[in-house]
């Protein structure tokens, strides 16, 4: 068994990660400043690991040596003041007055732990209310969405552009309001919140549509991005190491 670390900027993540599945690989991990993928095969990432100058390191080979690896590296962690993340083999309960927020690593873009989706999360904290409306633009994993839900909101729709992750999150919300594409199909003035942890180039080019989903007075949270790609001013802009997080 193979490692190969791929040293990367956030709006790489989702094209790499994609490039990885159709290589085959047995799982990815997201750091805070590349990927990590394991392979059967390390001649599977030759010319990834030539372009993007990464490390490639031969592993133990055994399936036990894979699951304790995986495991160790998410340790259930508390986020803001409501949440306890944790990934679905840890049977830890979550702490008095935590929400337990659980997330299966690797299936699809958004684990929780990178910096922009914690940031997300307690944007979420400070701004969800019992019975509003959230639109989660690119979702991934669908843990925003969940995250959403837990904190009250009433009506949460969820969308990716890419068709596995639209399959993943519609079965871990076990809703029907999760689809194939992005804000441009979403009706004017819908939703109380809107947030997208994607690219700074996709938020600029998304942005007048995240805008318009929104209702007068509504809250729009952004992130993904190291340096700030709007021109509006931000009501709250947070840092967290290299990453930001906007609430507009």
Known sequence: MFSVYLECRAD????LIAELNDRGTLGVLELPSGLRAWFDDGAAVDELVERFDGVLTGEPDTDEDWVRRTQESFPPIPIGQRFWLAPPWNP???PEGRLRLEIMPGAACGT???ECTQMCLEALEQTVTPGCAVLDVGTGSGILSVAARLLGAQHVVSCDIDEDAVRICTERLE?????TGSADAVRANAFDIVVA???PR???EMFVDLERTRRDGGTLIV???SEYPLDIAPRILTRRGEWLCAVL
């Open 12 to 15: 790489e993540y989702d094209q």
């Open 92 to 94: 830890e309960p979550a």
């Open 112 to 114: 929780g732990w990178h």
């Open 175 to 179: 809703s029907p309001a999760v689809f």
């Open 197 to 199: 942890n994607i690219s």
């Open 202 to 204: 996709v938020i600029r």
């Open 223 to 225: 992130s993904g991005f």
